[in-house]
T-cell receptor, first 116, second 115 residues
Framework: DVKVTQSSRYLVKRTGEKVFLECVQD?????MFWYRQDPGLGLRLIYFSYDVKMKEKGDIPEGYSVSREKKERFSLILESASTNQTSMYLC???????????????FGAGSRLTVL | AQSVAQPEDQVNVAEGNPLTVKCTYSVSGNPYLFWYVQYPNRGLQFLLKYITGDNLVKGSYGFEAEFNKSQTSFHLKKPSALVSDSALYFC?????????????FGAGTRLFVKA
């Protein structure tokens, strides 16, 4: 069964700490994404990557950075966590295709981060 | 601007009754539309999509959606609801201005199916 695996389901961190959220997919997908999910706001795109070492800002990149050193792994980094970054973080991937608009996102189970 | 609206925060329906979860969209060009479902403490799962062709799209778990271009809507439907359908449902549209890399999600609609 194909998978997107997020290493941490629940994290509790202190304000100012550096936080790493890891995501690994085993589908050989080119494109990977980080979203955050907040009640009433749906999913908002933080960053995405369409190739190794490539990254693009999404709609809310402030306070975040990403790393993609290998095709299967996409990491989200909070350099200095703040309370307003308490949220559910979802990683997703999709393959590149001739008709890329039709491709479906495959999501991980999510990482719920609480910043105290 | 590309956007998706889900006008209902919550939908309540009795088991066995038909259900509808509403979605309207605003895009330039032809829309690529999706429905995803999220069960408690899980990531999102794909339900169905409309790319082109028949306006009625069938998906997983007995769900279907009707694309209506004139009303810019893509409502999710099921003829007979199950308690296990209770979940959070997201409508989404692919933003083709960015080469299809971005998917724009609605705020989500929570469906409660009562036994």
């Amino acid at each position: 069964d194909v998978k997107v695996t997020q290493s941490s389901r629940y994290l509790v961190k202190r304000t100012g700490e550096k936080v790493f959220l890891e995501c690994v997919q085993d589908m050989d997908h080119e494109n990977m994404f980080w979203y955050r999910q907040d009640p009433g706001l749906g999913l908002r795109l933080i960053y995405f990557s369409y190739d190794v070492k490539m990254k693009e800002k999404g709609d809310i990149p402030e306070g975040y950075s990403v790393s993609r050193e290998k095709k299967e792994r996409f990491s989200l980094i909070l350099e200095s966590a703040s309370t307003n970054q308490t949220s559910m973080y979802l990683c997703a991937s999709t393959t590149e295709g001739h008709h890329s608009g039709a491709n479906v996102l495959t999501f991980g189970a999510g990482s719920r981060l609480t910043v105290l | 601007a590309q956007s998706v609206a889900q006008p209902e925060d919550q939908v309540n329906v009795a088991e066995g009754n038909p259900l509808t979860v509403k979605c309207t969209y605003s895009v330039s060009g032809n829309p690529y539309l999706f429905w995803y479902v999220q069960y408690p403490n899980r990531g999102l799962q794909f339900l169905l999509k409309y790319i082109t062709g028949d306006n009625l799209v069938k998906g997983s778990y007995g769900f279907e959606a009707e694309f209506n271009k004139s009303q810019t809507s893509f409502h999710l439907k099921k003829p007979s609801a199950l308690v296990s359908d209770s979940a959070l449902y997201f409508c989404a549209v692919r933003d083709m201005r960015t080469g299809g890399f971005k998917t724009i999600f609605g705020a989500g609609t929570r469906l409660f199916v009562k036994a």
